[in-house]
């Protein structure tokens, strides 16, 4: 299974998602903001996959994955967002190879589309 950073500000989300994925196997280490996230990558964690919201204090999901994508290459990386249109937006510069999930979705859905995403080539 996959090995999993998490960032969401919401608290209750943050313990549902970390739940759910653990549920299902997957290791997963969680954080309120993108910085804390960031600088867990950097400190020689590797992981998989990078599970963001995109609406966060500090550093967004967006500049989250971005500096993630330059110091991790071969992570994926997919946004959980009630505004899937600033991450498809291309003017967000959000890497071009990251899924996005809306909300609301049910936790079923959400490790069903990260075991799908974390599969694909």
Same mark, same amino acid.
Not at 23 to 38: I, M
Not at 61 to 80: D, Q, S, T
Not at 106 to 119: G, I, Q, T
């Given at each position: ?18 739940? +759910?994925? *653990?549920? =299902? ?5 969680? @954080?309120?903001? !993108?910085?804390? $996230? ?29 500096? +993630?994508? *330059?110091? =991790? ?5 997919? @946004?959980?967002? !009630?505004?899937? $249109? ?33 599969? =694909?080539?």
């Amino acid at each position: 299974m996959a090995k999993i950073l998490l960032a969401e500000d919401d608290e209750s989300m943050r313990r549902f998602l970390s739940s +759910a994925l *653990e549920k =299902a196997g997957h290791e997963v280490q969680s @954080f309120s903001q !993108g910085d804390e $996230a960031f600088d867990c990558l950097t400190t020689g964690n590797n992981f998989d996959l990078l599970l963001t919201d995109i609406v966060m204090p500090v550093m967004d999901g967006i500049e989250l994955a971005r500096k +993630a994508a *330059e110091v =991790a290459p071969g992570m994926k990386i997919m @946004f959980i967002t !009630g505004f899937a $249109a600033v991450a498809l937006n291309p003017k967000s510069n959000a890497p071009k190879e990251a899924k996005v999930l809306s909300k609301p979705f049910h936790l079923r859905d959400l490790v069903s589309e990260v075991e799908r995403f974390m599969a =694909a080539a």
